[in-house]
């Protein structure tokens, strides 16, 4: 269940990644794309890792994408890159690995993440209306 679960998110992630690469290549095209679709993917730059120990040393490595409805929102994020990253690793870091193998758990952690960067947004007065956060690559070893 889990397998399906991170390969059903790595196909999202590769989808709205190539999506978000090309409307960020140029900027008119990204506003064209918010246009024609319902909502814009933003990759966060860089893989989330995160060291938990138990009997032994595990290490869970993944990569973010969020799902917003406005190009005014992505920019916010993008504004906000380090806040955000920051929130995500103290957030992924005090989870127990338990929480990562349910499918159920990883469901409301997402959409727990998701409500903790929309406050980070509406704290600096940004434009914040996120509909998902996706677990693009997601390892546990």
Excluded: W
Excluded at 103 to 117: H, M, Y
């Amino acid at each position: 269940m889990l397998k399906l679960c991170l390969i059903s998110s790595l196909i999202f992630g590769i989808v709205f990644q190539s999506n978000y690469a090309l409307a960020q290549n140029n900027k008119a095209d990204l506003k064209v794309q918010n246009v024609k679709s319902s909502s814009i993917f933003v990759a966060l730059p860089q893989t989330i890792i995160i060291n938990y120990v138990d009997e032994n040393l595990h290490q869970l490595r993944t990569d973010i994408g969020v799902r917003v409805r406005n190009v005014q929102t992505a920019e916010a994020i993008q504004r906000h890159l380090p806040s955000i990253q920051n929130f995500l690793l103290d957030f992924l870091a005090k989870q127990n690995r338990e929480t990562f193998g349910d499918e159920k758990k990883l469901q409301a952690l997402r959409e727990l993440a998701v409500k903790k960067i929309t406050k980070i947004l509406h704290k600096e007065s940004e434009p914040a209306e996120i509909e998902a956060l996706f677990f693009m690559t997601f390892r546990m070893e």
